[in-house]
């Protein structure tokens, strides 16, 4: 289930980045053209297959709940911790992309 | 007139906030703490062991001790060990014996004997609280279920009022006083709406076959107990025939159970005329086996010859709605991370509540901020939240306290348990009344800091199950409350320090009135 947390954290990070005044607030530069849109598509994208896999492994009744408990704990997380560690949130949102694919790849 | 609907929401979101804020609070703090209700039970009576469990042998074991002590009894009940839940409970109907002629006895599965542990209702009172509130039967659940729809009513006049709430969803933005508090209440209460709204309508659910009684009265009258019996798929055990037959043993009829069901946890059992040839026993599977809350899955037998008589009915999707509602709420089903996730969120419900009724005052102390007095009815509201949100920490402190320092054979044991919270919660009342606000605050969040970071060493003085023994031996819960408590304190602390340093309100609310926009705007970029 970690994997799938990672994803869905991920995902949510990738929807606060699709949005301009986040992007420029958390990466001191304004997006390049057609970067907020491909970052809300990998944002749903990542929600989406974070709740795929999570359904697939605990089946509906478990993977539902848990999914939305792990994604509600994620972006909580992530508004509540922003203020105070910007870069070492992004830095966990940038291994959560990697790591998240990884653990749920092989702990199946 | 454009804005009419959204200013008629926010009157009503603002207004049955502050006057249900104080009750939800503590509707909310007790039913968080109910998710670890076992835990909490552990850490008040130490003195029952945890053993590897074996439903065969605890079956056994219960048996024994009933048949030995209970025979003349009409009805027993069994309840069974847990991961999360040590005890062996038996429990059996007497009209010579016990409180309301029922007798309760905690068993050791090992030894077969009764535990002596202290009286002690742990996180039963806490669970029992939060729907009932103390109050005579019905009135508590009235009000509680009552306080539920005002809540449901709250997070929906909620959305409406919000007007960012995609362009805001993940601004929270610290510092900045009102605007913070603002962002605070807003951010905890989208980001965890899914629980909120969860938690609130399937309250509504679990009572409403008391809020809405009117369709199962119209087609059973008064007899509701044949509706869930037709509902659930249960009978009636008939009378007892007055001729005496050996009970069968029940660990062959939990084989049985384990044939038709393989795997299933048995949560409950109950065994009617045991001893007579009209014996009953009914297998009720416990509730940690599903997401939904099946009441319906149970097994009956003939106490007498062991055939199975009935099984519970397969479930409408009717009920099947109301089930899942009812165990999402109740969270059996959840595992340690998922428990301590369904907590926090708890935890974030309550927040969502007390933010919003210090943002109530808050809002409004900023117009009389120059001035020497606060007008009544806000040094009112100020007095009711002090008590209600850090006085109830120190209410639910005092349980604790007394649990560890009341005698062991005090008549009435459990009773001065409770009696501890509501004194505690009464005094910070008092204590409220006399001190101003900030110093209201800070002394009693102070003084919960100290209660909470010294529990794990009272409980460690007072008994040999503190953090050098649980954490050794792996007991978890043990471990897990005192950790808890430990970091609550800590938590407190940080809250009293701020509140307790910063300059008087009155001062910095003026300060920060008197500034200049362009400073203000100046400090935002």
Redesign the interface.
Known sequence: MLGNALIAFAGFVALCLAMEKHFSDLLGRKPRPGQLRLLRVVGWLLLMLSLALSVHLRGWAHGLVEWTAVTMAGVTLWVFGLPYQPRLLLGLAAASGVLGPLLAVFAV | MKEGFRQAMAWLHTWTGLIFGWLLFAIFLTGTLSYFKEEITHWSQPEVRSHALDPVNSLGVAQRYLQDNAGHSGTWFIRMPNAREAALSVGYRDPNGGPRGFVSKTLDTQTGQPVEARDSRGGEFFYRFHFQLQMPHPFGRWLSTFCAFIMLLGLVTGIITHKKIFKE??????GKGQRSWLD?HN??GV??L??HLMISYSSLVLFMYMVMPAGIMASYGNDTDKYFNDLFGRNDAPKAAQVATPLVALPSLYAKVQALQPGARIGNIQVQNPGDSNARVTFTQSAAD???YRRSANWTFDGASGALLSQGKPESGAMMTAF?FAG?HMGN?AGP??RW??F??GV?GTAVIGTGLVMWLGKRQLKHAKSEHMPGELRLVEVLNIASMSGLLLAVAGFFWANRLMPMGVEGRSDWEVNAFFIAWGLSLVHAVLRSGRRAWGEQLALGALAFTLLPLLNGLTTDRGLNHSLPEGDWAMAGFDLTALGTGLFLAWLASKMLRSPKPVAKRAARAAKKPSTETAEAS
């Open positions: 969803f993940f601004t929270f933005r610290p605070g951010a905890i980001l965890v899914p629980f599903h997401v939904a899942s999402l089903f991370w998922l996730l369904y926090f969120f974030a």
